[in-house]
C-alpha cells in the first residue's frame, strides 16, 4: 500500500482487477511462433488483431439486426457508424503487413503448413451478415463443435441485409415479395424491385431521414469491406505472386474473383436512378 494518495494501487490479492477484465495475459501469450523469423510475430499478431476486430464487427451488425428488427433505428444507426470506425481500424491494421517481399513471406510461409485465413470462422459470420451465404463454407470447420454451430445458425439467421429489407418493407418501400421470401442459407442476388426502393429512399432523403442515413452507413461498410478485399489482394499479390495458397486455393487469381463481389448491391446500383 502507497502513502501517497496520487499513486494507483499496488496491493492485489490475485491477479489484477486489470487482467480480470482484459485478459492481457491470455491475449499476449497466444503467439505461438513456428519459426526463427524475427517477422513471423508481426505476421500472427496482426492476423490475430483482425480476428479481434471481426469480432466487435460482427457484435456491431448483429446490434445492429436486432435493433432494426425491432424498429429501433437509432439503436442500429449508432451500431452501424462504430462498425465503420471500427472497420477503419481494422483496415490500418494492413499497414505492418502490406509490402512483404517473397523472400521475407518465405521465411516462415512453410510453418503455417495447410493454415490459411480462408479458415477463419469469424471472417465468414461477417460475410454472411453481409448476404454473401454459403453452407460449404461451414465445411472446413466440422471439426470445431461450438464454431460449427455458431455458423450454422448465422447461416440461417437473416442477413444485416435481409433485415434492412424487411425495415424497407415495413415502411411502405416497394421491396419485391420473392425477395423477402428468399431462401436465407443462400447467396444474397441483386434485386431490380430492391434498386427501386433504394432509389425512391435516395430521390427524397427528407421523407424517409433515418431510411437514407441508413443507407449511407451500410454504403460506407460496403466500400470499407471491399477495402479490405483489395488491400488483401495487393499485400498476396506482393507476398506470392502468381503461387498457390497455402488454403489450396489458385491465390492470387482466386482472391481476384472474390474481391470482385460488390456489397450491398443495389445501394450502389441505385445511385445510377436517382
Ligand atoms: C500477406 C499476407 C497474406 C497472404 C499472402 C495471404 C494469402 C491468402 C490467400 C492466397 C488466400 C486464398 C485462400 C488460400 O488458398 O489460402 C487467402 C484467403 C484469406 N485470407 Fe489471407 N493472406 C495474408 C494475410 C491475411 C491476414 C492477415 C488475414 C486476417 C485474418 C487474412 C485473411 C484471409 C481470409 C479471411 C481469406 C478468405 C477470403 C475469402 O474467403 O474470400 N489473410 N489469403
Do not use: C
Not at 10 to 15: K, P, S, W
Not at 56 to 72: F, K, N, Q, Y
Not at 197 to 211: E, S
Amino acid at each position: 500500500m502507497s502513502d501517497d494518495p496520487e499513486t494507483p494501487n499496488l496491493d492485489f490479492a490475485g491477479t489484477t482487477p486489470y487482467e480480470d477484465y482484459v485478459k492481457a495475459d491470455l491475449l499476449t501469450h497466444a503467439q505461438q511462433l513456428r519459426s526463427d523469423d524475427p517477422g513471423e510475430m508481426v505476421f500472427l499478431v496482426t492476423t490475430q488483431v483482425m480476428e479481434l476486430w471481426f469480432t466487435v464487427i460482427v457484435h456491431e451488425w448483429e446490434t445492429a439486426s436486432r435493433a432494426l428488427d425491432e424498429d429501433r433505428t437509432a439503436v442500429a444507426l449508432d451500431a452501424l457508424e462504430r462498425s465503420a470506425q471500427e472497420f477503419a481500424a481494422l483496415n490500418a491494421s494492413w499497414r505492418p503487413i502490406a509490402r512483404l517481399t517473397p523472400a521475407q513471406f518465405n521465411a516462415y510461409r512453410g510453418a503455417l503448413g495447410e493454415g490459411s485465413g480462408f479458415q477463419s470462422a469469424m471472417y465468414r459470420r461477417m460475410e454472411f451478415l453481409l448476404g454473401e451465404k454459403s453452407a460449404s463454407m461451414l465445411v472446413p470447420h466440422r471439426g470445431a463443435p461450438r464454431v460449427h454451430a455458431e455458423l450454422e445458425k448465422a447461416l440461417a439467421q437473416p442477413s444485416l441485409y435481409d433485415v434492412v429489407l424487411r425495415l424497407l418493407a415495413r415502411r411502405g418501400l416497394p421491396v419485391p415479395a420473392e425477395v423477402l421470401a428468399r431462401d436465407l442459407t443462400r447467396r444474397y442476388e441483386p434485386s431490380e424491385g430492391v434498386e427501386r426502393a433504394w432509389a425512391a429512399v435516395y430521390a427524397d432523403p427528407g421523407a424517409h431521414p433515418d431510411l437514407a442515413r441508413l443507407g449511407e452507413a451500410l454504403t460506407d461498410v460496403a466500400e470499407l469491406v471491399g477495402r479490405w478485399r483489395t488491400d488483401h489482394l495487393v499485400a498476396t499479390r506482393r507476398a506470392m505472386g502468381s503461387k498457390p495458397g497455402t488454403g489450396g486455393s489458385a491465390g492470387v487469381a482466386w482472391l481476384e474473383k472474390r474481391s470482385a463481389a460488390v456489397v450491398f448491391p443495389e445501394l450502389w446500383s441505385a445511385r445510377g436512378h436517382v
